[in-house]
């Protein structure tokens, strides 16, 4: 079965500094691996995908992530984060693809102080 | 403006006291999906609508019920609610089901509260 794991419930950092939010997938076939942030007060935004190709993939508002096939990691990464930044982000991955079979993890809360 | 719009945002009900959270989408979706939020446990899917007339189980769909009748909307029924359905809703809905990597949608939520 598929299943994502953020191993990390809660990121301190400070603003301008450089983060990595970690995700870990456990799959047997073809993976589909997304990252998505909720703001405060807010539903779920779709931030960057993975489907095929470049295991760089670059997303909304400066973050990007790696598809690492051989540590099945999709860490998000920013360089330099803003206050505005602080939310919870969940990793997310899809089995066989289809939206309807779309596997949550537990989220990681990024909290940005100045 | 898209949007996937859920009311109401917070409710308080009290065990057993049938209650409907409601769910309506302005893209001509497909696809309508409904999850509930807990802390430590992420999102997990309730009850899922490839089209109208079409609906299947999600992960925990036990207590729960739904109906697509017409297209643009889902709603989420709660025949008789119990304390352990206390949580965080949200409707999200896609164009489509069954095309890698569809974008999700979501609303806003729904805070319920169960006494």
């Not at chain 1, 301008?16 to 456990?26: K, Q």
């Not at chain 2, 959270?21 to 899922?48: A, F, K």
């Not at chain 2, 949200?90 to 729904?110: I, M, P």
Request: glycine share 6%; net charge neutral; with cysteine.
């Amino acid at each position: 079965a598929q299943s994502v794991t953020q191993l990390d419930s809660q990121v301190p950092v400070f603003e301008e500094a450089p983060v990595e939010l970690r995700c870990n997938y456990s799959s047997s076939v073809s993976v589909y691996l997304f990252w998505y942030v909720q703001y405060p007060n807010q539903g779920l935004q779709l931030l960057l995908k993975y489907l095929s190709g470049s295991t760089l993939v670059k997303g909304i508002n400066g973050f990007e992530a790696e598809f690492n096939k051989s540590q099945t990691s999709f860490h998000l990464r920013k360089p330099s984060v803003h206050i505005s930044d602080t939310a919870e982000y969940f990793c997310a991955v899809s089995r066989g693809g289809a939206t309807n079979k779309l596997i949550f993890g537990t989220g990681t809360l990024l909290a940005v102080q100045p | 403006e898209a949007q996937v719009t859920q009311n109401p945002r917070y409710l308080i009900t009290v065990t057993g006291k049938k209650l409907t959270v409601t769910c309506s989408q302005n893209m001509n979706h497909e696809y309508m999906s409904w999850y509930r939020q807990d802390p430590g446990l992420g999102l997990r899917q309730i009850y899922y609508s490839m089209n109208v007339e079409v609906t299947d189980k999600g992960d925990v769909p036990e207590g729960y019920k739904v109906s697509r009748k017409e297209k643009r909307n889902f709603p989420l029924i709660l025949e008789s609610p119990s304390p352990n359905q206390t949580s965080l809703y949200f409707c999200a809905s896609s164009s489509t089901w069954d095309r890698v990597g569809e974008k999700l949608f979501f609303g806003s939520g729904t805070q319920l509260s169960v006494l």
